[in-house]
């Protein structure tokens, strides 16, 4: 089994910081892609940010210069840095990994965290 366990969530007011983790365990030979959607109330999941492994971040244009992705891959970890935080950011964040299982089986799965909360108040 796959486990990827966020944590970092929170409440802050608009303009502060927050950073992501978000932890890969399990039985994992590789991760291929690695990154954070969210979803809003009433609205739904977007991709945020995502990484392939050695490969630079793709960030949504709503978080571009404000949001950095980045991977520990001795840790299978990877975290957001959000930064300039606004009201409108404020949405349950999960992880998502593409995730080879085995040496012998080249396919991938895909995996989500449990969701963290993150609330911007103006």
């Known amino acids: 089994q796959v486990q990827l366990v966020e944590s970092g969530g929170g409440s802050v007011q608009a303009g502060g910081s927050l950073r992501l983790s978000c932890a890969a365990s399990?039985?994992?030979?590789?991760?291929?892609?690695m990154g954070w959607y969210r979803q809003a109330p009433g609205k739904q999941r977007e991709l945020v940010a995502s990484?392939?492994?050695?490969?630079?971040?793709n960030y949504a244009d709503s978080v571009k210069g404000r949001f950095s992705l980045s991977r520990d891959n001795a840790k299978n970890t990877v975290y957001l840095q959000m930064n300039s935080l606004k009201p409108e950011d404020t949405a349950v964040y999960y992880c998502?990994?593409?995730?080879?299982?085995?040496?012998?089986?080249?396919?991938?799965?895909?995996?989500w965290g449990q969701g963290t909360q993150v609330t911007v108040s103006s």
């Open positions: 399990g039985s994992i030979f590789s991760i291929n892609a």
């Open positions: 990484m392939a492994d050695g490969g630079s971040a």
């Open positions: 998502n990994a593409d995730i080879r299982r085995t040496a012998w089986d080249t396919r991938l799965s895909v995996y």
